[in-house]
């Protein structure tokens, strides 16, 4: 895969982390593009690709594309609006890796197929500096054959890589995944707000919570950002409202009754629209301890 021309369409935290991980590694990262032109420009000059100001012209620079969008919306809008990236596409490969909605990456599987083009959802469930470093956390639907020819590429990215299915089915595990942490996360905070207002030791509750049945991987990662009010973002606030709302639709399509899942997305619903939703998700430790709300 290294003989193919890479392009990265969205370079935000993970984008342009994952474009430099690449280019490290010897990809030839060819053609890049944000909806802020400046950041294109910056990263393109320290990368050498070319910082394109057209969709169109991603495609045309590259073999490969890369997209790193926020929502549905956006994806429609690259791919489906007057300049998108399925314009000249036929022969390209594009590997989608935003938390999205089942429904747009098949629908996205098909007008790929009618332009000649493929595609991969390949869902993240990692950081910053995983995505800087390589070490991602890959979910991949999509075509099984597709999936094994990009997979020297996939590994490059990645320290655990998962063929999930067909299309659409990456994106519902990842939703899973997220529903699932932002659960844990709220569950911690509220933990921590309680044991505050208790006047616990809260480094020695953290302590007993990790040697017991309240030990969990958020405990390792946000806890000490709750006490210290660090909330600098890796993964926002705003994103695990998104994403626990695409749960609960799959929940709520497929019949099944979520009300963790409803009460954390009120929790960060609620913070969102505090005008905290840029906070990164141990945020929502702000409306569980006392004094810190108002």
Partial sequence: MKNKKIGFVG??????N????????GYQVAAVYDINESVAKELASEIGAAACTRLSEVTAQSDVILTVVTNDS?????????DNLLTGASGRVFINCATL???????????????????????????????????????IGGDEALFNETKPLLDDMSKALHYVGPSGKAS????????????????LAEGLGIGDALGLDLKMLCNIFSQTGANSRVLETDAEDMIARDHDCYFSAEH????????????KANGIEAPLAEATLKQYTKL???????????????LTFKGRSS
């Fill in 11 to 16: 370079l935000g935290r993970m984008g342009g």
């Fill in 172 to 187: 519902e595990v990842k939703a899973l995944v997220n529903m699932v942490m932002n659960i844990n996360t709220a569950a």
């Fill in 74 to 82: 956006a994806m429609e809008a690259i791919y489906f609006g007057d």
């Fill in 18 to 25: 994952m474009a430099r991980c690449l280019n490290d590694k």
């Fill in 272 to 286: 969102t629209e505090m005008g905290k939703g840029g906070l990164d998700k141990s945020g929502i430790a702000e």
């Fill in 101 to 139: 909605t089942p429904a747009i990456h098949q629908k996205l599987d098909e007008a790929a197929a009618k332009a000649g083009a493929q595609c991969l959802e390949a869902c993240m469930a990692s950081s910053i500096p995983q995505a800087r470093n390589g070490e991602l956390f890959l979910m």
């Fill in 240 to 251: 695990a409202a998104k994403d626990s709302g695409i749960a609960l639709n799959i929940a």
